[in-house]
């Protein structure tokens, strides 16, 4: 049974920085695509990171809106994927989930809501001006 559990938001004002964590249990890790989503109050969940398979490369893809800004990466040997988010926004306030598949063998890890059936509880993060 896969579990995600996020942690590290929290309230931080425009310019500062925050590192998101998702710890990963029941099942293999490494072999898993994994990304992170988030979603502000009345919009949709849109996809911000995502970070391919290690058998692939453990590619990276990020939403235009935090390229440059935001770095995801993992360690394996802690079962953890993390978000560096820098230079913060009022925009990127929002409740930050990490997300975790398999994905067929020609399909890169994306950015997309449906691709991911598994789902962590989330966690808040708040960017005033």
């Known amino acids: 049974q896969v579990q995600l559990v996020e942690s590290g938001g929290g309230s931080v004002q425009a310019g500062g920085s925050l590192r998101l964590s998702c710890k990963g249990s029941g099942y293999p890790f490494s072999s898993y695509c994994m990304a992170w989503f988030r979603q502000a109050p009345g919009q949709e969940r849109e996809g911000v990171a995502a970070i391919d398979r290690d058998d692939r490369g453990g590619s990276t893809t990020y939403a235009d809106s935090v390229k440059g800004r935001f770095t995801i990466s993992k360690d394996n040997a802690a079962n953890t994927l993390y978000l560096q988010m820098d230079s913060l926004k009022p925009e990127d306030t929002g409740m930050y989930y990490c997300?975790?598949?398999?994905?067929?063998?020609?399909?890169?890890?994306?950015?997309?809501?449906?691709?991911?059936?598994?789902w962590g509880q989330g966690t808040q993060v708040t960017v005033s001006s």
């Open positions: 997300a975790a598949d398999l994905f067929p063998p020609t399909v890169p890890a994306g950015l997309s809501v449906r691709e991911y059936a598994n």
